[in-house]
């Protein structure tokens, strides 16, 4: 990789705190890419743009400046692996830019906390960075083909909309996440309402399981249609919705038919680089890696 | 005057004409030019499941039937994907007015349950999801730092967190003794 930078590593909830190996795969692969990862020592909960957001927007906007002033004091750019808390600080960014007087709301909150927040700032999701770099370069990291493996590409919401206020090309139906898949050999295929959502967000996932759940099974239905071997997801959040929601939904409907590895996408490209599965996390998954794993390892 | 046709009467004394000007004030700009042309519960991954109606929502909005709009579990069938935000023909920020609406029901004393719980455990750990012993027990097989870098792990963090929650209100919010609506 050319050269090396500096992010400071938002962690949220989720993902340090019920998906560790998703965590582990991060701080594993991202410096091989030369993205070096620095703890933001002491960050709390985004919070998460749908459900703190909708009982206290002003919390929510104080509590999300808070982090970014970590980062902000820490001199480097916010870097999050979890779409929704992506969400909230890009959202955050854009409210305290656009409105100044929001801002100086927040610095009255802090008063006496030691804490400098200017909102100069940036936060970035990781598979954004990874977009950046040149895909031939990337290419020579990887030592491992997974031609033969047919993904489910799962975006997520917060990741691409609003689109006002997102990196990407403005369209409806964006390829960028599956070219990144692609460059792994493996194939991104088709499948119906691809760019539908989790339905994990806005506390849906929380207070009305049933109807998150719902929504979750029909992604799922329509990944098993065209015969995916795993899905890969950017996102703690979407992950957990789809690792938890197969159980239930397996439990619920007294059958195994619910097993698709969930497969974060920095799991994928190290599986790739020929990284070993155990310390990618891959051995910590609610769905079984197993049968892809002897899949790639067959190929 | 009595007759046979069956009624669901719009009452005048329900319309608040107030309240649609509080949602507009708080940044849902655009939501008065609303056509009611019903893109928005079009694509609305919730509404293809249930009978929650994005277009109904906004209309009761402009209407200003706001007892009726807060105190409606469908407001929380949002799973703000922002389908609708994008596809609006009218640019109306319509995730934007179903979030202030949710805010105006929290202050009103409807909050679900769960999301008290949670923000119960916001207010208590400085995280809505936080660390269990499964979980202490993977970090560490993992080799990551067993406690997470975060307000787990500083108590100096967490007083900070906590006294942010104190200061905008939502620890009052939260634990305020008021009876479940």
């Known amino acids: 990789m050319t050269e090396s930078k500096t992010y400071s590593f938002f962690l949220g909830c989720v993902m340090p705190n019920r998906f560790p190996n998703v965590e582990a795969s991060i701080r594993l692969v991202l410096p091989k890419l030369g993205i070096e990862l620095e703890d933001l020592e002491g960050a709390s909960c985004c919070p998460a743009p749908g459900v703190i957001r909708s009982f206290s927007e002003p919390t929510w906007l104080a509590l999300a400046s808070r982090n970014l002033a970590l980062a902000e004091m820490a001199g480097h750019d916010l870097l999050t692996g979890c779409n929704g808390c992506y969400g909230t600080f890009k959202e955050t960014l854009s409210v305290i830019r656009e409105h100044p007087e929001r801002l100086k709301e927040v610095q009255k909150v802090f008063k006496g906390m030691g804490l400098k927040f200017k909102g100069t700032v940036e936060a970035k999701h990781l598979i954004e960075l990874i977009n950046d770099i040149n895909p031939e370069e990337i290419k020579t990291l990887l030592t491992k083909s997974l031609e033969g493996i047919k993904v489910g590409v799962h975006y997520g919401c917060h990741l691409l909309k609003p689109s006002k206020n997102r990196p990407w090309k403005q369209t409806q139906r964006h390829t960028f996440l599956d070219e990144l898949v692609e460059l792994t050999g493996a194939t991104s295929t088709k499948y119906k309402d691809k760019f539908l959502c989790c339905g994990a967000g806005g506390g849906v996932r929380g207070s009305q399981v049933a109807v998150s759940v719902d929504i979750a099974k029909e992604k799922l239905d329509n990944m098993i249609e065209v015969g995916v071997d795993c899905i890969v997801n950017v996102c703690s959040f979407c992950h957990l919705q789809y690792e938890v929601s197969q159980v239930q939904l397996n439990k619920e409907l007294d059958e195994k038919k619910y097993q698709i590895p969930v497969i974060y996408y920095t799991q994928l490209l190290g599986l790739a680089m020929g990284l070993d599965p155990s310390e990618l996390g891959l051995g910590d998954h609610m769905i079984d890696t197993k049968p892809l794993l002897d899949k790639i390892q067959g190929l | ?181």
């Open chain 2, 1 to 181: 005057m009595t007759d046979k046709i069956s009624r669901e009467t719009i009452r005048n004394e329900a319309m608040d004409p107030d309240f649609v000007d509080r949602i507009v004030e708080a940044g849902a700009d655009r939501l008065r030019t609303c056509i009611q042309c019903g893109t928005c519960s079009s694509v609305c991954p919730s509404g293809r499941r249930t009978a929650f109606r994005t277009r109904e929502l906004m209309r009761k909005a402009l209407l200003g039937l706001k007892d009726e709009v807060l105190s409606s579990p469908d407001l929380w069938l949002c799973a703000t994907c922002l389908t609708c935000l994008e596809r609006c023909p009218r640019q109306i920020k319509v995730t934007d007015a179903i979030i202030i609406m949710r805010n105006m029901a929290v202050e009103e004393g409807y909050m679900l349950p769960e999301h008290r719980k949670s923000s119960k455990k916001l207010l208590e750990t400085g995280h809505a999801v936080p660390i269990n012993a499964a979980n202490l027990e993977k970090r560490k097989k993992l080799g990551l730092k067993e406690i997470p870098p975060t307000t787990h792990s500083s108590k100096k963090a967490l007083a900070d967190v906590q006294k942010i929650m104190e200061r905008t209100g939502f620890k009052k919010l939260i634990l305020e003794d008021k009876e479940e609506k």
